[in-house]
Nanobody, 121 residues
Framework: QVQLVESGGGLVQPGGSLRLSCTAS????????MGWYRQAPGKQRELVAT???????NYADSVKGRFTISRDNARNTVYLQMNSLKPEDTAVYYC???????????????WGQGTQVTVSS
């Protein structure tokens, strides 16, 4: 079984920055799309950003120009650099990765445990 381990959340003032990381817990045959989602209290989970295996990225309009998603394929890790943070970015952030664990498996979605990001003065 694969676990996605997230880190990097915390409390930051408006205008500040945070960097989230998400790493797969074991060696993997293949990773396709990697992404970040977030869920604020009382709201549905929403897409923040995704990155494909060849580096194509997609961002929610609300974070374009402020957030950057990247990946390190050798480390099975995806990052989210968040700059110019706003109070409305406050949420639990989840990584989501499409993983083929071995060559005999079908690709499957995996989720991280979530990390809290709070933007407040």
């Amino acid at each position: 079984q694969v676990q996605l381990v997230e880190s990097g959340g915390g409390l930051v003032q408006p205008g500040g920055s945070l960097r989230l990381s998400c790493t797969a817990s074991r060696s993997i045959f293949s990773i396709n799309v990697m992404g970040w989602y977030r869920q604020a209290p009382g709201k549905q989970r929403e897409l923040v950003a995704t990155i494909t295996s060849v580096g194509s990225t997609n961002y929610a309009d609300s974070v374009k120009g402020r957030f950057t998603i990247s990946r390190d394929n050798a480390r099975n890790t995806v990052y989210l650099q968040m700059n110019s943070l706003k109070p409305e970015d406050t949420a639990v952030y989840y990584c989501n990765v499409l993983i083929q664990v071995t060559r005999w498996d079908f690709p499957k979605d995996y989720w991280g445990q979530g990390t809290q990001v709070t933007v407040s003065s």
